[in-house]
């Protein structure tokens, strides 16, 4: 079972913080899921799908494995729906999967995280974009994101 | 070479020794560079220090370079704001064979080195057809028998397609830089017959820091489509901008420039082009798109007079019609997925993208297509993904692929058979450190798997099913099943059983290194195997281990022995009389403006 990790402090508090978080969270976001991105996949391209196109601009929570880092420095971390076997920035031979999310999150990434399945909240943004420093594509995107590591 | 009459030279042995005798400096091509007279290439000298351009000197046996092959030289006098300078003389040839002493003198100094040039027979065969098994090491060949013929009391009920050929070799496929090479540069090897170094397609790998300014040597594409009127093919089940295929006609430092090179194969004027990787092909706006452009190549394709398929019923129905002569078949945005999960397991990505066509049939396509062209035809196909699951050490699928590839192969020997024109070559490009080391018996006692793993006498034999008529057993989850450990590995947990519920995924990313992924870690009887490779692998790697080559046909009784991949080059443009001049009315000039003033005006 997924549990999303809290912040330190007795018990009771914690509880009453779970609860109280968990009321707001329902009140102003979607939760979305890998299998909801796409309406179809075929081969000339993907189609999103009717609920990812609702949800632009508004508050969504995705459920993914954040993906090794571009750089150190980079904006942005990778979202997948399966954690990463390849790297595709560290081999060349390697590609991401087509239905990466891209995250820009609110803090500076902690680089330390990588591999782990973590729970993202931020505005959903859709549309082929460009990253200004590294170059680097998408189409699906949560900015101002907070992330939670799940276990 | 045609500016200046140079002649052979008769090399003395001791020339050798003073190969190299200046570090940091480089002659391209390399010293010891075999290749084909008339052959384009670029030449290019970088010295270990700032030189000005009145004080190098530059030639080939004693005759100015510059005279020699008739062109001024780009002079870099800091090149890529290093401290050195380069020269560099794109597209030359030489068509005189022979041995040629390169001298680069910065006026102290001078470096040498030695290219060997070598031309061809007349025409020997009018076809020829380049099987890539990628990554198929000795285990994965013997495997393939073992589940798609069967064995009993030591003997084989039958062979693969590609056993049986009359002549073969074993193939050193070591680079430039390494002795491990990677599939592009080894790809690299087959289609131009110059080595290269790890990720290189195309090109020498020289101090310039742009991808696509290293010295380039001339494809089996440009070659063919330079000089010939034959039709080319490219097939493979990997993405068609994947490093084999790129092989055929790509110039990159990086087999990561995947957009490049999907233009790059559209302007090579290959005529059959199928495979997967749409991704690659389609305009940025397109969802799915990998591209940072608005080219579609795919509209591209159709609107130059290709037939264009996406599903395997498209494809058969382009290739069945007589007028269809160019074909661009495109089936998964990805690498398509393998004849395990395909005819068996339903896994991968096999819901999403259902009607993918088989290796096989998309050779026997590429073949009824091909074969119209009445002067022949060069047809390259690449079981792609042999390699794909060796990394992840799932050997499973990569022995099912090893017989799709066997199935292929059928096919194309099945259509040189009725004829004697035609040279098939079946090959790895590189292997795996895989074996097979006996058998996994559910029903030996013991509280561990490793106690089932019979060795000797006590593997006997596995207990796959018969296959059914395409040679895949129709179940591989079977009670004793063969035992085939790899040797160079990530941490992982080995099941010594088949992953049924998609392809093995042995290490995941964590904290920047690759750690055992835990979602095997409670199967029964998984069992932890600490990595022997450093832990920034995350897969299986590749390994020096020569690769067998078998042939057929006009030209094939050139394989013998050991040989270096770059050689298979040679036998291939042998076969094809590619030595000879160039006939007049090739077509690749025209179609390169043509179609270069088509990307940029969309």
Redesign the interface.
Known sequence: MLRRGILRGGALIGLLYCGAAARVAAAVESTLGFNEL?AK????????SMRVKTLAGHTVRILGYL??PLKPDVRFFVLTR??????PF?????????DIVVVYPRAPLD??????PVAVTGTLELG?K?DAQT?F?S?VRVIDAEFTVVR | MRHHAMRPYVIALVFALFVGDVAAAAIYPIDRAHFLAGSKFDFKVEFDQIVPQGSMRVTINGIDATRAFGKTFQYMENEDGSNASSGLIRDVTITEPGKYLVEASDGVTTQRVIWDVYTTGPRKAKNVILFIGDGMSIANRTAARMLSKGIREGKYYGQLAFDDMPHMALIGTSGVDSIITDSANSMSAYTTGHKSSVNALGVYVSRAKDNLAHPKVETLTELVKRKTKLAVGIVTDAELEDATPAGMFAHTRRRGDKDIIAEQMFLSGADVVMGGGSAYFLPQKTPGSKRKDDNNLVELYRRTGYRVATTDAEMAQAAADASTRKLFGVFHPDNMDGALDRHLLKKGTVDRFPDQPDVADMTRAAIDVLSRNPDGFVLMVEAGLIDKYNHPLDWERSVYDTIMLSNAVQVAKDFAAKRNDTLVIVTPDHTHGVSIVGTVDDAKPGPEMRDKIGVYQEAGFPNYPAPDKDGYPPSVDVSRRLAVFYGNFPDYYETFRPNLDGPRVPAVSKDKVYVANEIYKDQPGAMLRVGNLPRSADTGTHTADDALLTAMGPGSEAFHGFMENVEVFRVMVDALGLGAPARSGARGADRQTQTKRALTSQ
């Open positions: 796409y996949q075929s081969v000339l391209g993907m189609e999103l993906a090794p399966a954690p990463v076997a390849l790297c560290c081999n060349s031979d390697a590609d991401w999967p087509s680089a330390a995280t990588d591999g782990l082929s460009i170059g594509v189409l």
